[in-house]
């Protein structure tokens, strides 16, 4: 094989030689693929500013995801590779960028806060819960140990593109930064959220 050969072989191929330990085919992944990882990471680098963040930490995230989603694709699921390692990209670029942002804003303590503001719209999750009597903050503190807890139940309740929406959400970034960030309209943004609230009533149900 040869770098310059890469688009000779399909993803299913070249994952197929990486799982017979062949580096070769993972170099060449990592080759096809960073034009799209350097894409997003220069797109995510305009929600970075004064977060101590460089587009080549944002890369280096990129790559790890990548990495992941070469380790992880099952060939069985019905997604394209592209997509698949496309979604781990962003996640790890997204996580670099949540992080970041909770460190200076300091939205978190040892959790992320359920109770989030931004400049131009409201999504606060436990407003919305309580808002229902049904939803009472003392039956859902006895229902989950802390906050933490609750969160992670949340999240693995959710699709990949809404833990994307959720995280970015409650690390105070605005629907329309969200949208930018996944390049999405507004509108998928804000059926998101809205299917988002609806899981969460659902799990507090349980």
């Known amino acids: 094989m040869n770098y310059r050969d890469y688009k000779d072989y399909n993803d299913y191929e070249l994952i197929s030689y990486v799982k017979e330990s062949n580096e070769e085919a993972s170099d060449i992944l990592f080759e096809k693929y960073k034009p799209l990882i350097i894409t997003i990471a220069t797109k995510m680098i305009g929600y970075s500013s004064n977060l101590g963040l460089e587009i080549n930490d944002l890369i280096q995230e990129g790559l790890i995801g990548l990495n992941t989603a070469i380790k992880s694709f099952d060939d ?22 949540v992080s970041a942002r909770r460190q200076k804003h300091k939205i978190l303590n040892e959790s992320m806060s359920l ?13 919305s ?52 960030i996944l390049d999405k309209d507004k ?3 804000d059926n998101a959220l809205n299917r988002i609230k609806s899981k969460i009533k659902t799990l507090i149900k349980k």
Request: aromatic share 12%; glycine share 2%.
């Open 129 to 180: 819960l309580t808002a229902d009597n049904s939803y009472n903050p003392e039956n859902i503190v006895v229902e989950y140990e802390n906050e933490h807890t609750l969160l992670e139940n949340i999240i693995n309740s959710l699709t990949p593109f809404e833990q994307q929406v959720f995280e970015l959400k409650l690390s105070g970034f605005k629907y329309r930064e969200i949208a930018d």
């Open 76 to 97: 069985q699921e019905e997604v394209s590779f592209y997509t698949y390692a496309r979604t781990c990209i962003e996640r790890k670029m997204i996580s670099a960028l």
């Open 115 to 127: 109770e989030v503001y931004s400049d131009d719209d409201e999504f606060n999750i436990m407003e």
């Open 187 to 189: 509108k998928a943004i």
